[in-house]
């Protein structure tokens, strides 16, 4: 009798907004450290319980950046959790903290096993606002990071400044009451110029040329 394969999970893609939220990590090595430092990047409330902690998470504790347990963890820490983090090198630890995150209705990350997990974490780089995540549902991290990588190259710092025009545009055109359809964005946003001002400093030339793209394409 065949068996029939499992099907991979199909992911929804999403940012959280985890500013405040209390974030609970388990785990005090490396890979735990990569959390807390994604953690503290977002604004969130950081608790790390570990009994033996990498040195950097005592200077983050002692500069009160995260709340530092030093013991094992009990299922108790949970408690007001938006997500949580097993990061331990334990199998059974990291199992139980998934268990328990179900039970606690707190969505749950296992480092590198996405069965448990209730979310992956991809792979990602930022530009300003921008945010570029790459993720293969699991299956390869290393080609996550390979894709990464070579996006990476492609996309300036100037990026960051576009976004800072766009997002002045939109506030001013929204305040006048235009709505402006997606396409006509699509249309006006001539990346190889604006980019090309951007990288020469012309910051007012870049906003100009697109504020007249938008009138443009929005008359015509």
């Known amino acids: 009798m065949n068996k029939k394969k499992s099907k991979s999970a199909i992911y929804y893609p999403i940012f959280l907004n985890l500013r405040g939220k209390r974030c609970v990590v388990i785990g005090g090595g490396n890979v735990a450290l990569r959390k807390v430092k994604v953690l503290l990047d977002c604004g969130a409330n950081v608790t790390m319980i570990c009994p033996k902690p990498h040195p950097e998470i005592v200077k983050l504790s002692k500069k009160r950046a995260i709340h530092f347990i030093q013991r094992d963890y ?7 959790a938006a997500i949580a983090f097993a990061c331990t ?3 059974k630890v990291n199992r139980k903290l998934a268990v328990d995150a179900k039970e606690a209705g707190v969505l749950v990350n296992v480092a590198d096993d996405p069965r448990p997990s209730d ?3 991809p792979s990602f780089f930022r530009k300003g606002n921008l945010t570029v995540a790459i993720s293969t549902a699991g299956v390869s991290p290393a080609l996550a990071r390979k894709i990464r990588t070579k996006l990476e190259k492609s996309f300036g710092k100037e990026y960051g400044p576009l976004l800072s025009i766009i997002g002045e545009i939109r506030s001013a055109i929204k305040k006048k009451g ?3 359809e997606p396409k006509i964005w699509q249309e006006a946003l001539n990346l ?3 980019i090309h001002l951007l990288q020469a400093g012309q910051r007012e030339k870049a906003k100009t040329l697109l504020l007249n793209k938008l009138k443009a394409y929005q008359e015509g």
């Open 89 to 91: 090198d334990v199998k």
């Open 119 to 121: 979310f992956i974490i």
């Open 192 to 194: 190889d110029s604006l």
């Open 74 to 80: 009990e299922k108790e820490d949970l408690g007001g």
């Open 178 to 180: 235009i709505i402006v």
